[in-house]
């Protein structure tokens, strides 16, 4: 069974960054590519940004030119970059695998059939 850990949340102000880590675990499925999520309060979960089989990254507006995803598949681990932080970026953020090859955004979160339990990020003014 495969596992996904989040890791490197936490409280920061605007404007500054932080790095989100994701390691998996156990099996891990041929075929399937990751992407992070995140879940404001009262919200649904939304995509922030996804990595294609061929390193093609793709972003939510709301985080492009902020927000980097980057992968080190030796060491099973998946990356979120954060910079430039908003108030509204406060949520819990999750790791997840979808099928590489599939229809839809690959930003929709019904695309993804594996998720972390996720790390929660808090961007005060």
């Known amino acids: 069974q495969v596992q996904l850990v989040e890791s490197g949340g936490g409280s920061v102000q605007t404007g500054e960054s932080l790095r989100l880590s994701c390691v998996v675990s156990g099996y891990r499925p041929s075929g399937y590519c990751v992407g992070w999520l995140r879940q404001a309060a009262t919200k649904g979960r939304a995509g922030v940004a996804a990595?294609?089989?061929?390193?093609?990254?793709t972003y939510a507006d709301s985080v492009k030119g902020r927000f980097t995803i980057s992968r080190d598949t030796a060491k099973n681990m998946a990356y979120l970059q954060m910079d430039s932080l908003k108030v509204e970026d406060t949520a819990v953020y999750y790791c997840?695998?979808?099928?590489?090859?599939?229809?839809?955004?690959?930003?929709?979160?019904?695309?993804?059939?594996?998720w972390g339990q996720g790390t929660q990020v808090t961007v005060s003014s």
């Open positions: 990595l294609g089989r061929d390193g093609r990254t």
């Open positions: 997840a695998l979808r099928r590489c090859v599939g229809s839809g955004s690959p930003l929709w979160p019904g695309r993804y059939e594996h």
